[in-house]
């Protein structure tokens, strides 16, 4: 089911593409769910998706905060000591990320299209490297990576940082925000998108709550619902797909 808000006839097509990473492109939210229902689990808590609409798409250290502040445990376990704990299951976990349904699709539908695209991820590039080992092919396609301890990125989503850095990289200089589109699964991410004054798809967890989808101009609930016609990119040419 789609839903678009912004309308298509006052819009300027979309010439370049930025992609969200966790939650978007990877199957990795679910990762860090895990680890931290284990953690809470000690202190005989446990995570709702209250608490993960505040944190995904986060920096670490900032979404560690929010963590060990919002379920009231910051005075038996500090936001440095959380982001510790939980590295030794991540790093096991993250090279089993797989891409999420309609990625592979759409990314080499871009690419054989010349649609220039990045990623711009909250992720550390440690983390980074990780997650993406098994997918060269797909992170090939992208002109290049923004990852969340860029020196460039000086706060996190929700603040614009990363989507602005993002698309100075492109070749070209500086663009016009509004010919960019950026999909996000997070609603820090969507806020992220809009104060850069970019358009952005939202694709989120079918368990965050929907009033979280109002700022998208787009909300699908998958990836391979979307449809490039309606944003002025190059259409799917096996329309079965
Ligand atoms: O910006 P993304 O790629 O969603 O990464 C955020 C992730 O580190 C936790 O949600
Ligand atoms: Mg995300």
Redesign the pocket.
Known sequence: MANSSADMSVREPITHVIF??????LD??KF?TEVQELILARFNKTFDWSLKAK??????LE?AHVFVEETGISGSLSAEKFLEEREETLQKLFPTAELMPGVSHLVKHLHENAIPMCV?????RH?FELKTQRHGEIFSMMHHVVV?DDPEVKKG?PSPD?FLAAAKRFKGGPLDPRKVLVF???PS?VAAAKNAGMYVVMVPDPRLDSSFHEAADEVLSSLSDFNPSNWGLPPFKDVSS
Do not use: P, Q, R, V
């Open positions: 969200d990473m966790d939650g978007l492109l990795t939210e860090y944190m995904m798409g986060k920096k670490a979404a711009a991820t909250g992720t550390l983390h969340g989503k990363i996000e699964d997070a991410g």
